[in-house]
């Protein structure tokens, strides 16, 4: 079955960055978009960003452009987001996500498969 693994959360002071992982199984991830959340307390789970290397497509909410960086290592099938001067109200479990098809990435019930979350906290 098809998995999902993110790791790298953790604590940072605000201005600092840290990377997030997600190591997919069961999927090949180069073939389906991937995508990242985050979703706050109280708060919808908001796309970040997504890419599908097949259709060479990348895609950025306007909330973290130029702060936020998604790519691939199609080898290793694992997806990565870097994260740069982050702010306190990035604090968030961070999930990345696949979808078996589709092209409205900013659309979170495009994607069908779900990792477990991973908390960024920023003080």
């Known amino acids: 079955h098809v998995q999902l693994v993110e790791s790298g959360g953790g604590s940072v002071q605000a201005g600092g960055s840290l990377t997030l992982s997600c190591a997919a199984s069961?999927?090949?991830?180069?073939?389906?978009?991937m995508g990242w959340f985050r979703q706050a307390p109280g708060k919808e789970r908001e796309v970040l960003a997504a890419m599908h290397i097949t259709s060479r497509s990348i895609h950025y909410a306007s909330s973290v452009m130029g702060r936020f960086t998604i790519s691939q290592d199609s080898a290793k099938n694992t997806v990565y987001l870097q994260m740069d001067s982050l702010k306190p109200e990035d604090t968030a479990i961070y999930y990345c996500?696949?979808?078996?098809?589709?092209?409205?990435?900013?659309?979170?019930?495009?994607?069908?498969?779900w990792g477990q979350g991973t908390q960024v906290t920023v003080s």
């Open positions: 996500a696949a979808a078996k098809a589709g092209s409205r990435w900013y659309d979170r019930f495009m994607y069908n498969w």
């Open positions: 069961g999927v090949t991830a180069s073939t389906h978009y």
